[in-house]
């Protein structure tokens, strides 16, 4: 801060100046900032900072320097400050540079994934990212119906897993149930002996209580027997036993009472006509294709697709080749337009 430096040339500072002021987002101090900072006082100041403080201009203004501004700079790198903040900006130049080539190469890498057809297919795409497909495209399609034999294996599995849980419960009331007989008895028990020690006076009392008991006991047990065998008799593919008092497939209870029917009705032809969907015109559906195949291009280039080396993808100079026709075409363009 504050070092007279006097190297570097007064031309440079005066382009330098010059053209800087001229930027309409240039950064200023803030007494510049409220009063009326015209390119002549914005002129003044550069110039001021550039003959007395080159250090704090890179730091406030190195970014808006081209490549070859920054090398004017070079004389003046046994300052510290302006040796540190050239460095800065010359990684933060390379980081750019790595950052458009890795790029690149993604996008060459994602042209050929798109030439080979399988990864940016529909299906692939919605395989990946099923939620974007949804909004942009699943909603406006009818649902897609599995066939007959999908529908029976997929019937056959949801029939085993039901019974399979249904004898989960079963077990599982049975055990509470047992349990619950247990202490039962063993409180009537208890009561019982209690009762013992009381005088003969009280037998008709004693004996009343432990009947009472027994019969709590049993009716207990004979709940359980109850809940178990309608258990049983719920489980798909019984045998033996009453049939379903309804007489639907799996013991199910038929609709009663007024308007069942009708009801009964719309519910079938609910199910025929499957579940709903917004229906648009082929234009809209044609245009919501093409935006989620750039969402998931642009996933691709970002980054986000899980299961991809992008490592490897970045480092991978071989995929530079495919774009070395269009940077010889830019090249002999420049040329030509710039003479």
Not at 118 to 142: C, N, T, V, W
Not at 307 to 316: L, P, Q, W
């Amino acid at each position: 801060m504050g070092n007279e430096t006097g190297m570097l040339p007064q031309a440079v500072i005066d382009a330098l100046s010059a053209r800087l002021a001229a930027l309409p987002g240039l950064r200023l101090p803030a007494q510049l900032r409220q009063g009326d900072a015209n390119d002549e006082r914005k002129r003044d100041y550069l110039t001021r900072l550039l003959q007395h403080d080159p250090g704090v201009f890179l730091e406030r203004h190195g970014s808006d320097l081209t490549a070859e501004e920054r090398r004017s700079f070079d004389c003046l790198r046994g300052d510290y400050e302006v040796q540190f903040y050239l460095r800065l900006l010359e990684e933060q130049q390379n980081a750019g540079k790595q950052a458009a080539v890795a790029r690149n190469r993604r996008l060459a890498y994602m042209n050929r994934l798109e030439a080979e057809g399988a990864y940016f297919s529909e299906k692939e795409m919605r395989d990946r990212q099923p939620g974007l497909y949804q909004h942009f495209i699943g909603q406006y399609r009818p649902p897609e119906l599995p066939n007959q034999g999908e529908c029976q294996a997929g019937s056959i599995l949801a029939d085993s897993i039901m019974a399979q849980q249904e004898e989960l419960d079963l077990r599982q009331r049975q055990a509470a149930d047992q349990q619950r007989w247990e202490q039962q008895a063993e409180e009537s028990e208890s009561e019982e002996e209690e009762e013992d020690e009381e005088s003969e006076g009280e037998e008709g009392g004693r004996e009343g209580a432990a009947q009472r008991q027994a019969q709590q006991a049993q009716q207990a047990q004979q709940q359980a027997q109850q809940q178990a065998a309608a258990a049983d008799g719920s489980r798909p593919g019984q045998q033996g036993g009453a049939p379903p008092a309804s007489g639907l497939p799996g013991g199910g209870s038929a609709a009663v009472g007024p308007g069942a029917g009708e009801g009964q009705g719309e519910g079938e032809a609910a199910a025929q006509a499957g579940p709903s969907y917004t229906v648009i015109s082929e234009a809209e559906a044609q245009e919501n294709a093409a935006a989620f195949l750039d969402t998931m291009r642009q996933r691709f280039l970002a980054g986000q697709d899980a299961g991809v080396d992008y490592a490897a993808i970045d480092a991978d100079a071989e995929l530079d080749e495919d774009w070395a026709a269009q940077q010889q075409q830019d090249a002999e363009d420049a040329y030509f337009a710039d003479a």
